[in-house]
């Protein structure tokens, strides 16, 4: 195996990861409290949906563009995915958002369940519709992350075998522990993948620049696939200056309550 293609395993099975963590935390939330039959049932129901959404969407994309306009268009949309995932962790390192907590978001999981009213001996809507959206809308991002990197880089099954292990070590998992993943580093693999959606984003985009040119060949990067190593640096040096700016206290704001001066007096006329 590559690098490139070593790269687009742990790229799509950390991105996939996370994702899946989110989702596992709101099923778990419904079954426990109300119905595990209608959470699973939401479940395998969204699953079905995103598999006729994946295979219809990245059928669609690899018969109608070229490799440039392919590379393009699919890295440009992964960069700026990349970049809101990014622009979160910066935040989230340098104090200026909550960190992601998996405990909390299950507590709020289970609140909902228990005052959405009382439970039925057929299929409980709640705990189906809850799944269901949870499932597919987090489901949709590990599509999207699926079918970029699976065709820009040319290796679908690699892409779908990140992902597949990344479901297998999630349910895996919270088989195991029976409670949220409040344990897995979530917001440093975040911050991973952020990098790691940037730097292919930015590698991608700029390849297929090549679609304004004569012959709409592909743009190729000096020491071709060792660009990304040096793309990533440069995203997480980038990445760790905005960490240190965001840090550094507004100077447009004083720091010591003595520093002010008081107000003038008013004149009693």
Known sequence: MTAATWGLLVATFAACFVEMVEATTIVMAMGVTRSWRSALVGTVAALGVLAVVTTVAGYALATWLPDSALQLAIGTLLLIFGLQWLRKAILRSSGRKAMHDEAKIFAEQVAAARSAGGLHSGLDMFSFVVSFKGVFLEGMEIVFIVITFGLNAKDVPIAVVGAAAAVVVVIGIAAAARKPLAMV???????????LLSTFGTFWAVEGIGIFRSGRESVSWPGGDAAILVLLAVWFLLSRAFVGILRQPSR?????RAAVPAPAPEVVK
């Open 185 to 195: 580093p979530e917001n440093l693999l975040k911050y991973g993948v952020g990098l």
């Open 252 to 256: 447009s704001q004083p720091t010591d």
